[in-house]
């Protein structure tokens, strides 16, 4: 493909601002629109702190993005002079036995065999070095010291200044309104305010607002609402690494996850389960009975925890594919438009290799992590293995 050189990205998230960076080095002009202020306060890239792992079960790719991601997170860490990737390490425990085709058996077995150093866990190392647990019910799990925790509102923020600098053009408060479409082609969009955007390549990184705008993905893409809350505890020392870093509690069968305290004190507990199906644009309520759900969930695991105080809530979603891998690739029915979402729930952690991966594409470059994101019909539902199912 002789080398066009503009792109128009939609969304300013880490798909969106990683794609702008990227195409930028290679020479592109790059236009980025935003609807709201970046990091946007509904983003799904925005929040406190995102999981950073490569622990994904016995799943090739997935490992190997997440061990290389780990390594460029420390790079970023150097470039930037500050650490915004915490390599506190993650503690993944389970209240029954680490049985083949678990998430906790598998991703240690595969893990070992790779040549990483895990320690495995009981309820006594479990008392011992993690006395926040209520280690008597978590018999059995492991600790990955490499991998933990990221800021992702201010990694999103940071990923906007690098833009700006590398000569990215970001216009914020710019919301789609409609695609521009010429001889057969998406050449860009018509913003709300009736300005009009147009480039060579167009990139939809729409995160969970992808079918909003693009209502043909419907059958393949959906965003789902997830809970998150945020306790104030009164002691945080007592909950930071080493002795309370990342965890996950049989996540594969629950979905509970948390965090260390941040630098403001505050510990966040989610749950990556089923979620709620929902409108990207509706209002985003706290289902009932949510808090009663979660501090059930802390009186059984981190006793000390039940009647912290609440900080804040958060509802975030997800913007799921129907098998719980990314799409990344040209609109085989649009040309002109790259389709940059899918995250499911789990691509902030692969956020400095994700770049490249949308910079191939739309460059049509070979990548041998393309093919598994590649245009696709709806199909059989899957979901990537920490994923709770329903
Ligand atoms: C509760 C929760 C917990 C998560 N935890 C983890 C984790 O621990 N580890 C991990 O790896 N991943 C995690 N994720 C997933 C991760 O956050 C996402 O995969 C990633 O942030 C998606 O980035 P994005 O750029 O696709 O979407 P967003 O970050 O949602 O970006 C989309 C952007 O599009 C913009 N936009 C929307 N509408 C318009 C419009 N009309 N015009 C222009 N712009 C528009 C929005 O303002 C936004 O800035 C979690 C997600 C959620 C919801």
């Known amino acids: 493909m002789a080398r066009s050189n503009s792109a128009l990205i939609l969304g300013g998230g880490v798909f969106g601002l990683t794609s702008a960076l990227e195409l930028r080095s290679r020479g592109w002009q790059v236009t980025l629109l935003d609807s709201g202020t970046i990091p946007h306060p509904d983003a799904a890239s925005t929040d406190i702190n995102k999981v950073i792992r490569m622990d994904y079960s016995s799943d090739e790719q997935y490992t190997a993005m ?107 408060h710019v919301p789609f309104g409609q695609w521009i479409e010429e001889q057969g082609r998406i050449s860009g969009v018509k913003d709300a305010l009736g300005n009009e955007w147009r480039a060579d390549v167009t990139v939809s990184a729409l995160g969970a607002w992808t079918t909003e705008y693009l209502p043909w993905l419907s059958d393949r893409l959906w965003a789902t609402a997830q809970p998150v809350f945020h306790f104030r505890p009164s002691n945080p020392e007592d909950w930071r690494a080493p002795a309370f870093p990342v965890w996950a509690a049989d996540i594969g069968t629950t979905g509970w996850y948390g965090f260390p305290a941040n630098a403001e004190g505050i510990v966040k507990v989610a749950n990556h389960g089923p979620g709620r199906r929902v409108r990207a644009n509706e209002p985003r309520v706290m289902p009932a009975g949510e808090e009663a759900r979660f501090r059930t969930f802390l009186r059984e695991t981190f006793p000390a925890l039940t009647d912290a105080p609440l900080a804040s809530t958060r509802i975030c979603l997800y913007g799921d594919s129907f098998d719980g891998h990314f799409l990344i690739d040209h609109d085989h029915d649009h040309p002109g438009l790259v389709i940059a979402g899918g995250d499911s729930g789990h691509a902030f952690k692969f956020t400095p290799v994700l770049g490249e ?15 598994r994101f590649a245009w696709r019909e709806a199909g059989d539902r899957g979901g990537e293995g920490a994923r709770a199912k329903d």
């Open 66 to 172: 997440g061990e290389l991601s780990i390594q460029r997170w420390r790079e970023w860490n150097a470039r930037w002079g500050e650490e915004l990737y915490h390599e506190d390490g993650f503690l993944i425990m389970t209240r029954g036995e680490m049985l083949p085709g678990s998430f906790e058996h598998d991703s240690h077995a595969f893990l070992t065999a790779r040549g990483h150093q895990l320690v495995r866990m009981n309820s006594a190392l479990l008392q011992e070095m993690n006395p926040q647990w209520k280690a008597e019910s978590f018999p059995n799990g492991y600790l990955n010291p490499y991998g933990g925790w990221g800021e992702s509102g201010r990694v999103v923020a940071r990923l906007k200044q690098d833009a700006l600098d590398a000569g990215v053009v970001i216009h914020e």
């Open 357 to 371: 991966l949308i910079a191939d594409a739309v460059e049509r470059k070979p990548n041998p992590w393309l093919p």
